[in-house]
């Protein structure tokens, strides 16, 4: 099967949601550019975001990071995962409706819990209580994500590839956004 992706699927949810591996998999399957603006932000700032968050706070790390997303979504055409907050500023929400579609990757406390509680790369849960954290940052976050053009609820039980494809299927009832090409 071969498919035709007429604009950048970007994919916004929680941290853990699986953004950059379901992502980097459903570009796989449709053969097109894999982005990331996380990676991109480290690569141009040549630090790591934990360092960027000590040393400049987020506030700049935001700005950096909606520069880096209008730049990927004016150059390429692709699947771009981003940073967990990206989509609460009001300005790349409207730059990726422009440019793109915003595909929310949705998934419950527990399963965000268990992918994120052993990594040391999440600034925003270095906290005394990382999980009562997560839970608070996900009931902020979720009504924002909400505003997102498409959703794809994420479940334990599947499999990247699966929920790859669960990516797919939902691209596909917006026939602006991808087709299947015979």
């Not at 790369?121 to 924002?144: G, V």
Request: aromatic letters at 6%; a neutral charge.
């Amino acid at each position: 099967m071969t498919y035709l992706l007429k604009k950048t699927a970007v994919l916004v949810g929680m941290m853990g949601s699986g953004k950059t591996a379901v992502g980097s998999a459903v570009a796989r399957m449709l053969n097109v550019a894999f982005l990331d603006s996380d990676v991109e932000l480290v690569r141009a700032a040549n630090m790591t975001i934990p360092e960027i968050f000590e040393r400049d706070g987020e506030p700049f790390f935001r700005d950096k990071e909606a520069q880096v997303i209008a730049r990927l979504l004016e150059t390429q055409t692709g699947i771009l995962s981003t940073g967990g907050g990206a989509f609460m500023t009001p300005g790349n929400r409207e730059t990726i409706s422009q440019l793109g579609v915003s595909v929310w990757l949705r998934a419950d406390l527990e399963l965000l819990w268990n992918r994120v509680r052993h990594k040391t790369t999440r600034p925003l849960l270095r906290t005394d209580n990382p999980r009562k954290t997560l839970s608070e940052i996900k009931s902020e976050r979720e009504p924002i994500y909400a505003l997102a053009d498409l959703a794809v609820d994420a479940d334990p039980s599947y499999s990247i590839e699966e929920m790859a494809q669960k990516v797919i299927e939902v691209l596909l009832t917006r026939p602006d956004v991808l087709e299947r090409k015979t």
